[in-house]
DNA sequence: TCGTTTGGCTGAAACATTTCAACCAGTAGA
DNA sequence: TCTACTGGTTGAAATGTTTCAGCCAAACGA
């Protein structure tokens, strides 16, 4: 019963079999692959040749398991369809892949468990470093992971608290630019179209708001009527506008991300509502279309790109785990795009 | 020299030291971990408590190293950044997290260079499959890698010439329904805002709009007025304004792409051209905010979730190597969303 | 009492690398 | 002639799993 041959399932070849073809030991095409500089120039160039010829690939794996943490980071994004998102991630990317990482995507989905099961397999596969923007407002799981060695970077969402690193932009202060702005123009009685407070951003929107009411010298709770949305997309967006009070209704909408800056405008559109005189609408995160959409949309604008890049490289020197690196906090400035939403022009 | 101990730099823990806190071999660690139901209920608790109690955390490396091929599967778009693709995404990651598989994300950036390389990269970490928007019209070096055993599914391309698997969206239909609606309305003149004609999309949306042209009894060289853009940005489509003839120019702009259409629409509103009353504008992709934009644009829709969810369960039947599966195609039809850009209302 | 079966567990091989101590053939210096 | 060094190379250990043949003790049947 000698199995002749079975021709389908040849094994998959490995240094072994580079090492028999150019007559030398695994060790020695080893340093080819690695420390070429050590070899000899005669066998570099045979050991080389038989890698083509064999057409062989080295396992990263293996090569991983011998060598401790991998290449290829986590991020980690509360919702991948958010356009906020896709403009951040270019700039991780590019960064990334300078580096020769591969970038792991994760969409928590805003779900705890999604996350935290994310997270399972991202340790598992023994990623150097993790980019993520938290589901929750508990990251002490975060801090634990991040104390067993992997770096940790929170993305979008300061992390003093919990002494990690942070790439992120003052909500607070765009909140307050947001309402400012708003105040100004004689707005009295503002609408904030929210996101569930637990999330950071969020809160912090709405802190932004309610201090530069005060600093106006009203009463936020006078001038704010919050609506909690579940979801920050443009469907909820339009439909929070049936939860708006009746009489006495807001003059202004503020909304919390331009998603649901998008069905927001919309659904005033499909009323017959006119944009901005009947209803002035500011949105946040600037998108790329903010500026096309009818009315054009007065925005908050967050340096996404850089964004995204700073947190990379905040990650990497994080999971480099440099000694003289502690912890470290990027901040960047919002800043805010006036146009046709709340100005008439 | 007996170094007494150097807690600093502890070893990772492994199934040995699990094995050892419960007393049992590694054998049985295993089989705790993949089939617990060969092992008695005693032991059972005992192992798991043990795990518990060190934090350990199994090696994806290790298990992969043994087991073969690994649980995470590549999806190479060519830009991150463009919307359409964001849409796609979510279709994606959605089936495959059911799956557990992780979704590696990779940028070409519709360079041929960067595709190999991260497909290198890819295929050293013995990935089971890719699905992929190639970069360049020549995709022969993915059939070598379908060879070599690696699940390939081309996503948004038709494959049939190479005999791979591949979800796509008719994109010659979807020109044709885009020339068709322009010839309609009158339009005898119309600008195409193309990508290079290598990018097998841009291609096929040009051969659609020609077909719409000869049908209607017109010769498309007459109609036509091509313009190649350097890349699909907004910036860019704005800046394809400036070559459209000046005498004789188009009355309608069909743009290969929405983000193209995005730019096209500010840079006539900034030179005070109406739309659609001097000039119908109808884009691709009927993303998300198309609908808003201002004017609202006309916009070939493609069923963008479904998309990436049957490329997906496409690359799951394909990297399983079912003997049974050979190749197969999956195509969507686009279809047209009629809206003010093209049609005063 | 003696085989036979069976559930549960063990020990070792296999997986594809990296790393490192040891080795070897030359060459240079004493 | 012996020793020391040097650039190259080798062989083996180590990495953390899975799998599988085999072992042991208990239960069972005759």
Redesign the pocket.
């Given at each position: 019963m000698t199995d002749i041959h079975k021709p389908a399932e040849r094994?998959?070849l490995?240094?072994?079999d580079v090492a028999a073809h150019a007559?030398?030991?695994?060790?020695?095409?080893?340093?080819v692959?690695?420390?070429p500089e050590?070899?000899?120039?005669?066998?570099?160039r045979r050991v080389r040749a038989s890698i083509k010829a064999l057409g062989?690939?080295?396992?990263a794996p293996?090569?991983q398991?011998?060598?401790g943490s991998g290449r290829s980071v986590g991020v980690m994004v509360r919702d991948i369809g958010n356009p906020f998102f896709s403009e951040v991630l270019p700039g991780i990317e590019t960064r990334l892949s300078q580096e020769q990482l591969l970038l792991v995507l994760c969409s928590s989905g805003d779900s705890a468990e999604k996350e935290a099961h994310y997270l399972q397999i991202l340790e598992q596969h023994r990623v150097p470093g993790i980019l993520i923007t938290p589901a929750g407002p508990d990251i002490s799981h975060l801090v634990e992971l991040r104390r067993r060695g992997i770096g940790m970077v929170l993305l979008d969402r300061p992390g003093a608290d919990a002494q990690l690193c942070a790439v992120a932009v003052d909500n607070v202060r765009g909140g307050e630019l947001a309402g400012a702005h708003l105040l100004a123009l004689g707005h009295r009685r503002i609408a904030f179209l929210n996101g569930p407070p637990i999330v950071r951003q969020c809160a912090d929107r709405r802190e932004g708001l309610a201090r530069a009411v005060r600093a106006a010298g009203l009463d936020p709770d006078e001038v704010i009527t919050e609506v909690t949305l579940p979801a920050l997309t443009p469907r909820e967006g339009e439909a929070a506008l049936e939860r708006l009070p009746a009489r006495k209704g807001p003059t202004a909408l503020f909304c919390v991300n331009d998603t649901v800056a998008l069905g927001a405008l919309r659904g005033l559109e499909r009323r017959g509502v006119r944009v901005p005189h009947d209803m002035a609408v500011l949105g946040y995160d600037d998108v790329e279309f903010a500026e096309l959409l009818s009315p054009s949309l007065t925005s908050v604008r967050q340096p996404k790109h850089q964004l995204g890049q700073a947190a990379a490289e905040l990650l990497l020197t994080d999971a480099r785990g440099d000694v003289n690196h502690w912890h470290q906090e990027i901040v960047f400035q919002p800043e805010l795009m006036v146009r046709a939403s709340t100005v008439p022009q």
């Open positions: 094994r998959r490995s240094m072994v007559g030398v030991s695994v060790g020695t095409v080893s340093n692959l690695n420390r050590l070899v000899a120039e005669r066998t570099l062989f690939v080295p396992s293996a090569r398991l011998r060598g």
